[in-house]
């Protein structure tokens, strides 16, 4: 009998067994910058013999934008904020200082982020972005005092771009309609962010300093998050995704996690529920203390089972028959850096540990290497995966 992929990859979400295992790159950076559009990334992921799962709205292959690190639809200030960059020489520094200055009518936010040699935003610095983390030196968020002027730069999407929204994503949904692929949004986010705009060193010590203002400001975060996922999850999306690459045990014990994660967590997962989607949750690294709290949250799926991290068995164990998990082979160390018959043996190991149910096979997190190594490993990625699945007679 043949199922589509949208249905072969709804099964695995509802941790069945499908006709087997689906392959989807969660993320495949390599390919989509080759790409000339959405659509055509699509396709190759399709020749290739993937499940490509499609995101609205549809990611441009080069991203040039204030929240390059958060996917999904635009975001804008409330218009009463007025925007200062300039960049500063101070006297023996050995590095140029980017000062931004967010005006609100609630005070002012000033970031102070140091112009290294392999920054790539000329002289601007951006909103929301990984690469402030390691080089600011003053963050927009510093403290309690902050979060009335804060708010300022969380409004609700304005209709012009839930209009936007929908306009961008028309073609994309069609073509996922008719090509019978699972149609995915976001990405949601929530601790990240807290990295972004205060800081992952300060955030470690206000955890346990000063948990009322973490938690407020999560609270923020999250319900600005929410009323972005409600305008993505009108458009009857398969699947909601949220990152949340800091939301680990490097930054939270599992007692804090539960107090301050868990409560915003367990709201998004059953806003996603409410429109008849799924959700998940993409994290990486030390989760193994997490994982029940994660299921408890009501959280579909796992993106981003990274051998490296995770303890396949084990996360097999404790979390078969609840949660999908997706990832099982390493991108960078294996599929980038690695051989081919590392690559064979991650992928048998992925299939033997974490599947036939609730398994979604992808490199974590990403492929970002076009070269001929790791294009040569994707292919035996795809086809030890449709070997030892019975898709194509064994060639091993």
């Not at 806003?271 to 029940?292: D, V, W």
Request: proline content about 7%; aromatic content about 8%; charged content about 20%.
């Amino acid at each position: 009998m043949n199922i589509s992929s949208r249905e072969r990859m709804l099964a695995a979400l509802n941790c069945q067994s499908p006709d087997h295992p689906p392959c989807s790159f969660m993320i495949f950076g390599a390919l989509l910058q080759k790409s000339d559009s959405y659509l055509e990334f699509i396709q190759q992921q399709l020749e290739l013999g993937l499940d490509a799962a499609v995101m609205i709205p549809p990611r441009s292959p080069v991203v040039r934008n204030d929240h390059y690190n958060l996917y999904g639809l635009p975001i804008s200030y409330h218009p009463q904020v007025r925007v200062e960059e300039q960049v500063l020489h101070p006297d023996g520094a050995a590095q140029p200082l980017m000062v931004k200055v967010y005006h609100t009518p609630a005070g002012d936010l000033t970031a102070r982020v140091r112009q290294t040699e392999d920054w790539r935003w000329g002289n601007h610095v951006p909103f929301l972005d990984d690469y402030l983390i390691p080089r600011s030196e003053k963050f927009i968020v510093e403290g309690p005092d902050d979060l009335p002027a804060f708010q300022y730069l969380l409004p609700p999407s304005t209709g012009e771009e839930i209009e936007q929204f929908q306009r961008d994503s028309a073609e994309v949904i069609h073509y996922a309609r008719h090509e019978g692929l699972l149609l995915t949004s976001g990405w949601g986010v929530g601790m990240d962010m807290i990295g972004w705009i205060h800081g992952l060193n300060s955030l470690v010590y206000d955890v346990y300093d000063h948990p009322d203002f973490v938690r407020k400001l999560f609270g923020m975060i999250a319900a600005w998050n929410r009323q972005r996922m409600a305008v993505v999850l009108d458009a009857k999306i398969d699947l909601y995704i949220k990152r949340a690459w800091y939301e680990n045990t490097d930054f939270f014990t599992p007692s804090n996690w539960q107090d301050i994660i868990l409560p915003e967590l367990a709201k998004d997962a059953a806003l996603a529920h409410g429109a008849g989607a799924k959700f998940g949750y993409i994290i990486t690294a030390n989760a193994m203390p997490l994982l029940n709290l994660i299921a408890e949250a009501g959280v579909d799926v796992i993106i981003g089972i990274d051998p490296e991290a995770y303890d396949m068995d084990a996360t097999k164990t404790k979390l078969g028959g609840r949660v999908c998990l997706w990832g099982g082979v390493n991108g960078h160390l294996t599929v980038e850096q690695g051989s081919p018959e590392a690559v064979q043996s991650e992928v048998a190991a992925a299939l033997q540990a974490l599947g036939p149910d609730g398994l979604i096979l992808s490199p974590v997190d990403n492929v970002r290497q076009d070269t001929p190594r790791a294009m040569n490993n994707v292919g035996v990625l795809i086809q030890t995966w449709q070997n030892l699945t019975g898709q194509t007679e064994s060639s091993i």
